[in-house]
């Protein structure tokens, strides 16, 4: 993070999009959407369009990839050529490489993996559209797109980030912030486990800054997996609705 | 699929043609229904999203400054893109974009660039050295059939949705400036895309159609009825008759889809 | 096609190498010159010089991709980085991976694909020497080689484009006219059945220039067809001396 | 291995780590003996060996002169790729970085960048034009657990091993001079990963206990105690509670290991 | 092949050759026939097509204007790519250069470059900045052993048959004019390959006999009976008499095709 | 090899780094340094630093690489990014896929591939530093790593090169001297059997000089397999006074 001298926080306290210090940007989660795919979720967090569909458990190819014990989760993480500012080459970049990985290992303790062995599970993220947090936003539509698909879960994940702007601990920074700010630390959290999932952190934090940081995430957290638990609830009363 | 649900499938499918009707309830030459919906990815300078019944298309442009090539050193560049993005659909996997992916492309592409959509001489900047280049990013979202349609559509509904930077050229360099301009878009050409099954052709075939059909014949015609790319796919083929029975009709739906773009 | 403003027909009506409109560029095609592929074919038309060759029905690699209920037919169009003005990279573009795909669907009606099951048929085009209407000759080429090879088939399939220039429909299209021409409409056929198995065409033509054209093309397969079916022979016949 | 073995020998770390005990006699928090040595490889710009325990990663570092990103024309650039050398382990493959070696590669990258380790403004030569691209490459040699460690210690190493060329700048061209200056480092970030084993955390796992653990969190802290980086990997989790003792340990046993840079 | 078939046709080829015979009647130390067909391809600067018995090679040059590379700013490039087409053998795969040809492509670049067949000071255009670049591409039409001889043999015969453009030099500019000249070939190097076959050399191994060999060896030499370039491939030996003996046939196998290259 | 006109030998008759044109650089060799490793070794020839080392015989991925008379031998010579002036992409280059053919068949010869049908061993050479004759110098190293794993060879396989500088035929060429030279000619020797595994050449030799650098580059050979030896022994003998 590079430190240039922009205000980020105006003399109200408030950020560049209006919010408070420890205000989430609005979201907005639908459950079910792809007609395809076994499971699947749309998320908008602030400008962040992100799309998440899940396959299987389904055989997986290559086969000597199967585990006799579990199943494995694949994850992949990719990003729209029109989702950023200047157009991002479709092939996966080295970011996108390990954001997959960390994505995966977020979801992986929240399922039942033991119940369908010598099986995979594909998830598949698209970023239409980033606008910081993508990673967060990304995993709490996995999340959903997982239970959607029927796979057994300990609880959701659910992820949010928290950071340091112009010296003030904030929620779930937008893009500015986090370009400009300096420091981001994205947390995964499944609430019923009080278990972190995820952590990331970069930037310079002290130890009190830190604590704070991650118990706001937490927090936002917490706010996100209600979120999640209310899309969920929405698709099932309106299929039991259109079923009836 | 295995092949005996193959063959099952294809008689049921041809046992209804046969009479004129189709699974899905559709005439012969019906359209599923056609959703176009621009501006949906602000950071794009320029996006659409296409329904065609669950089929599902997203398209981005993006404008930069590059290179143009060679032989064309007064025109802008048009590099149009498709990915099947693996949660469209079940057989779709991650990985470079294979033969599909690239069919997809070249038909948008040429579709776009035959019928002269941009004025190319408009995109140079600097003669040789410095042009503009549009990109054109096809997003398939859902695959239910006939992505070559959809995909054209939300190709060019993203380009009428485009609003550029302007710029000024100071020497060698290119000052971006910070108001907007609309692309000119020219030509509205749609792609009409035809099945044979047995002697018969649909237009619009959908996931359940296109797995037993025996050959597709894509045709896109301009706003004058022109036509100005054609693509034949599939392991059969078509009769002359066919051909030009195919164009007449494909003259006629373009006109019908071609008012989807107005908004 | 872009369109610039230099003559392609003469005031006697004659195309830049003499040709007349409907007249094809002369046209030498010899079968089975390849010692070791099973069947091949070589044609020159103009200054394009095509070799096509043909290993199989074989064993399938990788096994997973053979199908029970027919043989695989694989094609590979490609072009020497000789081949052209400025040097090719021989890396596939994807120009010559589309080309690949729509020959190879120009060539599977033409085959009794059910005869072989779980094998695959290899087809291996290269284009040693291109001047437009490359794809047309290859399908001409790669009908012959396939024949060669003792692949049962219910006709050859012999390929031509018509095309526009200076406003005249005109057959064959060289490179030049290609280029600066403003429509092109490459077409293929198997003329027993009267099957059009390849069908593209880029540039503006009005309903009764298509018509023409395609007309015209259709007339030029047909030619082609004929001297397809003389290769064969001379080959034949040869063989039948040599042995007698 | 057999997911047999793995649980057997699961059972038996656990039980050890139970007792406070380790397999190979260490404490919890106890690191292998670690041994770094700086300039083994005379020919690049800077180099150090380091060995944790068995596992063994040489860092080199090139300097060469490219151009800077475009949204940091006044840059230099850092570049921290980590290869997974086949001969490191029979788990190694060759071929390019996989998952597990990029994220080693950008958790090193990042614990450099975050910490401001180097003045990234120095490294400009000609804004937008030219700049110092600073290459780091982590060459694991051996593989006994913990490359993320060992492998941001051999690159810090590395880094203050490193003499750079002078140059004059003339115009447009650059003109290297043959004498050297030492590559300035502001900072001395340490990577202390964690590993959880039942509910107790163990410092610096090697191989036999990476094998079983369920989640690793590394935490790097610079010279003032900040935290500059983390990272959480494995499939298992974190409660807060944990989180906020390793990042406590992590600044303890950053200052052991720092003092292992003084040469 | 199957190993079974491997070992008899072995013994049967060493059979005949202890007798100093060859299954296709030819002597020891025979080449099969040779003709060159320089201007195949009138498209490319410069062609020629070799026929080694049924071996069959094209090779074209093609001329562009590049960068020199950064520790030779004042010479142009050579570069010497060659495909094992997959119609000319089952066993060549479609795909990027696998060992087998990236091999035959540097021992045929070797030989060109060590001779000093071309003069790269002269192919230089600007220094540092623009230079000629010559590529020759051999293409292998139909493999039927001894590649390496063909490919040497098609690659020079297409070098002697280049003609390039002129050009002038504007500033930083460089104008192609339209009339040729030809390019500049001073030495002739011929590859005299050699087969191991027991305690027998063999010249000019035909597909049958290399399918078997132990070892092969590919001695260069130019127009004075100087060695350019050698290439040992297999795995068996030689012994280092077999080494001199081979050099010294070589030479005067290298003046007999050395021949074919008059027209 | 360029010819510039720079000294390499001075009016004593001696060579940049001080030595005769007959003499060896100075040679260090460990044998089995790598702890996971079936086998290693390491040595150090000038400034060269090279670590090859062995996993097998052991199963073949992918298994239908296998054959079923013999072992098959892998092998990858690879540089490590900043082991050269400029630094290398660690993407396998032409020569690096070149000289990992070449080594792989110099050390062939020296195996008995027949005793472990059906398997396969993998050779990994990494040049940390090179200097001059690095295919040379992995030859020797890894043939003493594939005697420390074990596998049961005839005969260690040495490697040097000789070449000529300033008319001169000199033994052991460092970077310097093969570039600036105007030959060079690297040789792997199986002592026992007076067997040539490796030979290539470039640059200009008359028949004599040829002659000459081989007999020189021979020499090289036995001098360094007397080194080969001796660090075995020493790594035997070590290993017996531990276990004693």
């Known amino acids: ?244 | 699929m295995s092949s005996i649900i193959v063959s099952l499938k294809r008689k049921q499918i041809a046992e209804f043609i046969e009479k004129e009707k189709r699974l899905d309830g559709r005439g012969l030459l019906d359209y599923r229904e056609i959703v176009v919906e621009p501006g949906v990815i602000e950071r794009a300078e320029g996006s659409a999203r296409v329904l065609l019944g669950k089929t599902e298309v997203l398209a981005g442009v993006k404008i930069g400054i590059g290179k143009p090539y060679a032989d064309t050193p007064n025109e802008g560049v048009l590099t149009v893109n498709a990915e099947l993005v693996p949660l469209a659909s079940p057989t779709f996997d991650p990985g470079p974009p294979k033969e599909n992916a690239i069919e997809l492309a070249r038909v948008v592409d040429r579709g776009i660039r035959e019928s002269k959509v941009l004025d190319f001489k408009k995109l140079c900047i600097i003669p040789s050295k410095k042009v503009l280049v549009v990109f054109v990013d096809v997003y398939v979202l859902n695959h239910d059939g006939n992505l070559i349609d959809a995909s054209a559509l939300a190709a060019l509904a993203a380009l009428l949705n485009t609003k550029m930077f302007n710029y000024e050229v100071e020497g060698d360099e290119v000052k971006i400036k910070s108001d907007l301009t609309q692309l000119p878009v020219r030509k509205h050409p749609i792609a009409v895309t035809f099945a044979k099954i047995g002697d018969k052709l649909i237009v619009d075939p959908w996931l359940e159609e296109e797995q037993i059909i025996d050959a597709r014949l894509t045709v896109t015609t301009d706003d004058d009825g022109n036509i100005c790319a054609m693509q034949k796919g599939g392991n059969g083929y078509f009769t002359p008759k066919e051909v030009l029975k195919a164009v007449k009709t494909a003259r006629e739906k373009a006109k019908e889809i071609r008012k989807k773009l107005k908004w």
């Open chain 1, 1 to 244: 993070m590079s430190q240039k001298h922009e205000k980020l926080i105006d003399k109200k306290g408030l950020r560049l999009d209006g919010r408070k210090p420890e205000e989430l940007r609005s979201v907005q989660i639908e459950v079910g959407i792809l007609p395809n795919a076994d499971g699947s979720a749309y998320i908008q967090q602030g400008k962040n369009k992100i799309l998440a569909g899940v396959y299987g458990p389904r055989e997986l190819h290559p086969k000597h990839l199967a585990l006799p014990d579990r199943t494995v989760l694949r994850c992949r993480y990719h990003m729209a050529p029109f989702s950023v500012q200047e157009r991002k080459s479709p092939a996966p970049s080295r970011r996108e490489i390990e954001l997959s990985k960390v994505i995966r290992e977020s979801l992986e303790p929240s399922i039942f993996l033991e119940y369908y062995p010598r099986t995979g599970i594909d998830l598949f993220i698209e970023v239409l559209q980033a606008d910081g947090g993508t990673r967060c936003a990304s995993i709490t539509a996995a999340s959903l797109a997982l239970a959607d698909a029927g796979i057994p879960m300990q609880d959701l994940v659910a992820a949010c980030a928290a950071g340091k702007i112009d010296d003030i601990v904030v929620l779930d920074l937008m893009d500015t912030e986090d370009k400009i700010g300096s420091a981001d630390v994205p947390v995964a959290l499944m609430p019923n486990l009080n278990a972190i999932t995820l952590l990331q952190m970069d930037g310079i934090l002290t130890f009190e800054e830190f604590e704070k940081a991650v118990n706001l995430a937490l927090e936002g957290c917490r706010k996100i997996h209600a979120m999640q638990k209310e899309a969920l609830k929405t698709k099932y009363v309106n299929v039991k609705e259109v079923e009836e």
